[in-house]
């Protein structure tokens, strides 16, 4: 069974919780799991008039998570994944210069969780991923995000080489990232209207992809690995190009 109507553990449920509880149908709560923020967790919905239900670990095991629920799960309505029109309306109410990340062929949910974490703490305007050989954002990666999927849109688009044709008529300088690329991130102009790209660990990105790119850049890498992870790697090119831009 999939995940994809569930959010679970704690810090993904407070999140839903603050941000649309309206969305929320029951609180489920392991029976016998007592502790501090359990119990507020379970106030904050008696006070929104969310149901509380005790249930045993079976009901949990029914339905095949993939990560540590720690005893709190809520069944919701709420539709995570945006599609293009959203980020057409993004963009045209957007004041400052469009900052995004484009994961692609990223499939993992707790990669897809962990960068979406790091695109908010970062300030990223939007993630944006293909509909197909993507990860998608159901319970796990909501979880991992800790937050973030409430408060940064994650965008689906059907056709991203289309997608990323489209932001760079709106002038967004579209930034892969590849190994063999000429200039390093910190050697790379990030300031501006970016898109970040970035590809599967391993496969790097598609070669549609590779070609809608304006300019590539790489990572130093000192030690003996050749790769990070992919949110690490998110984090790495995230941060600097906020630390390129709060420069300018």
């Not at 069974?1 to 649309?20: E, P, Q, R, T």
């Not at 796990?140 to 973030?148: P, S």
């Not at 990572?219 to 906020?242: D, K, R, W």
Request: hydrophobic share 40%; aromatic share 6%; net charge neutral.
């Amino acid at each position: 069974m999939s995940d994809a109507n569930y959010v679970f553990g704690i810090n993904a449920v407070f999140s839903l919780m603050k941000n649309n509880a309206k969305q929320i149908g029951t609180l489920y709560v392991l029976t016998g799991k007592r502790n501090q923020r359990v119990n507020d967790l379970m106030d904050i919905a008696k006070n929104l008039n969310i149901r509380v239900e005790r249930v045993g670990a079976e009901f949990f095991d029914q339905k095949q998570l993939e990560g540590a629920h720690q005893g709190v799960l809520v069944e919701t309505q709420q539709n995570y994944t945006q599609d293009e029109s959203a980020l057409d309306v993004l963009l045209n109410d957007l004041d400052v210069p469009p900052f995004l990340l484009v994961l692609d062929g990223v499939t993992d949910p707790h990669n897809i969780g962990a960068c979406l974490r790091t695109a908010d703490a970062a300030g990223v305007h939007a993630v944006i991923v293909p509909k197909d050989k993507s990860g998608t954002l159901n319970g796990t990666a909501i979880k991992v995000a800790c937050g973030a999927a409430e408060n940064t849109p994650f965008i689906a688009v059907t056709n991203l080489a289309r997608c990323l044709r489209k932001l760079q008529e709106r002038g967004i300088w579209i930034t892969g990232t590849a190994g063999e690329a000429k200039a390093s991130i910190y050697q790379t102009d990030l300031t501006g209207p970016v898109a970040v790209v970035m590809g599967a660990e391993g496969k790097g990105m598609r070669r549609l992809t590779r070609e809608c790119c304006d300019q590539l850049a790489f990572m130093p890498m000192a030690g003996e690995v050749s790769s990070l992870n992919v949110s690490v790697a998110s984090g790495v090119i995230l941060f600097e190009a906020v630390r390129q831009r709060s420069s300018v």
